[in-house]
Antibody, heavy 121, light 107 residues
């Protein structure tokens, strides 16, 4: 069964930095797009960033572009999200998710359990 | 950006009821729509992709329909395990977006 485990969430002050990690197992990580999605407390889901299987192309929501960087290390089956200049409204549970080719499109099919990032002074 | 609007925001229903949740896109997304179920403190679970395709392992009481801008998720006969929050999600184009969610409660 596909397994995704996030880590790195913490309490950080506004303007600070954090690096989230996601350890993937039970599938061929290097062949899948991967994504980060976040959910603020009691709110809906917000797509943050996606990365191609080789890591050559990256896509971001406007609100994080220039502050967050998605990356991956295929030999170690790891996905990362470097978050700089954090703001209070970045407070959320951050989910690592796999994007699978289903029905001739690419859709998020598996999610990790999430890691909480709290930005507060 | 493509805005996704779900209705209703909250739905109170009973075991055995047939329920329908609607999702409307601000522009056409063809059939690039997914539905997820989320329970408190848990990650979302994929139910439906490409508007009407049932994800492997998902009970057949769940079904999806629609294309373009109007979509529905139907649960044919509510079971106790179905009380949760449901989100629609468009993956037609970046930035990917989600509906605000429909909380399905026990009446």
């Amino acid at each position: 069964e596909v397994h995704l485990v996030e880590s790195g969430g913490d309490l950080v002050q506004p303007g600070g930095s954090l690096r989230l990690s996601c350890a993937a197992s039970a599938f061929t990580f290097s062949t899948y797009w991967m994504t980060w999605v976040r959910q603020a407390p009691g709110k809906g889901l917000d797509w943050v960033a996606s990365i191609t299987p080789a890591g050559s192309d990256k896509y971001y929501v406007d609100s994080v572009r220039g502050r967050f960087t998605i990356s991956r290390d295929n030999p170690t089956n790891s996905l990362y999200l470097q978050m700089n200049n954090l703001r209070v409204d970045d407070t959320a549970v951050y989910y690592c998710a796999r994007v699978a080719p289903l029905g001739s499109g690419y859709v998020i099919d598996y999610w990790g359990q999430g890691t909480l990032v709290t930005v507060s002074s | 950006d493509i805005q996704m609007t779900q209705s209703p925001s909250t739905l109170s229903s009973s075991i055995g009821d047939r329920v329908t949740i609607t999702c409307r896109a601000s522009q056409s997304i063809s059939s690039w729509l997914a539905w997820y179920q989320q329970k408190p403190g848990k990650a979302p679970n994929l139910l439906i992709y490409k508007a009407s395709s049932l994800q492997s392992g998902v009970p057949s009481r769940f079904s999806g329909s629609g294309s373009g801008t109007e979509f529905t998720l139907t649960i044919s006969s509510l079971q106790p395990d179905d009380f949760a929050t449901y989100f629609c999600h468009q993956y037609q184009s970046y930035p990917y977006t989600f509906g605000q969610g429909t909380k399905l409660e026990i009446k």
